[in-house]
T-cell receptor
Framework: DQQVKQNSPSLSVQEGRISILNCDYTNSMFDYFLWYKKYPAEGPTFLIS?????DKNEDGRFTVFLNKSAKHLSLHIVPSQPGDSAVYFCAARGLGSSNTGKLIFGQGTTLQVKP | KAGVTQTPRYLIKTRGQQVTLSCSPI?????VSWYQQTPGQGLQFLFE???????NKGNFPGRFSGRQFSNSRSEMNVSTLELGDSALYLC??????????????FGPGTRLTVL
């Protein structure tokens, strides 16, 4: 049973346009959500996070939106740049300090930004 | 601050052997988690160590084990290696805030190939 799902394996956008990556989850006990960017043979790099008490968080070109009732979150990248081309993972974590170290990941979405 | 470091970066073993991977967390981080990434299963949580104790465990067989030392450095061991253990093994550390709303930072990973 996959608790975190990224239904789009890939996404291609033009440089300068908006990239929207989506993520759905099934476990209502998830309390904290994170987005990571990953290149092959490297570790994931943290991008942005959001807690369940918020519905939006911004950091520069990156904005994450959370819709708790729909159990859906999305990552917006504006404007998209060729250097953003990578695999993006959505991850979720349960409530409380005892769950700090356990992230449940989606399968990833490969973003290609064309010059 | 230095990031999460993992050694070795690459490893080749044969079936039946055992292997030990090492992880040094970011200075001051007390939680260390391990993940396995394979093409078929994605990123899967193995276990988490906090204050030298295993706090969380994923759904992996007992051949996978770990430990954490008093300086928060962690090791992961896989015994009786199988071909399916070939993967990128990632270590992540966090400050383990009591709120549970903190970020895991990942190392570059150890690429294990089992022949």
């Amino acid at each position: 049973d996959q608790q975190v799902k990224q239904n789009s394996p890939s996404l291609s956008v033009q440089e300068g346009r908006i990239s929207i990556l989506n993520c759905d989850y099934t476990n209502s006990m998830f309390d904290y959500f994170l987005w990571y960017k990953k290149y092959p043979a490297e570790g994931p790099t943290f991008l942005i996070s959001i807690s369940s008490i918020k519905d939006k968080n911004e950091d520069g070109r990156f904005t994450v939106f959370l819709n708790k009732s729909a159990k859906h979150l999305s990552l917006h990248i504006v404007p998209s740049q060729p250097g953003d081309s990578a695999v993006y993972f959505c991850a979720a974590r349960g409530l409380g300090s005892s769950n700090t170290g356990k992230l449940i990941f989606g399968q990833g979405t490969t973003l290609q930004v064309k010059p | 601050k230095a990031g999460v470091t993992q050694t070795p970066r690459y490893l080749i073993k044969t079936r039946g052997q055992q292997v030990t991977l090492s992880c040094s967390p970011i200075s001051g981080h007390r939680s260390v988690s391990w993940y396995q990434q394979t093409p078929g299963q994605g990123l899967q949580f193995l276990f988490e160590y906090f204050s030298e104790t295993q706090r969380n465990k994923g759904n992996f067989p007992g051949r996978f084990s770990g430990r954490q030392f008093s300086n928060s450095r962690s090791e992961m061991n896989v015994s009786t290696l199988e071909l399916g253990d070939s993967a990128l093994y990632l270590c992540a550390s966090s400050s383990a805030l009591s709120s549970g709303r903190d970020t895991q930072y990942f190392g570059p990973g150890t690429r294990l190939t089992v022949l």
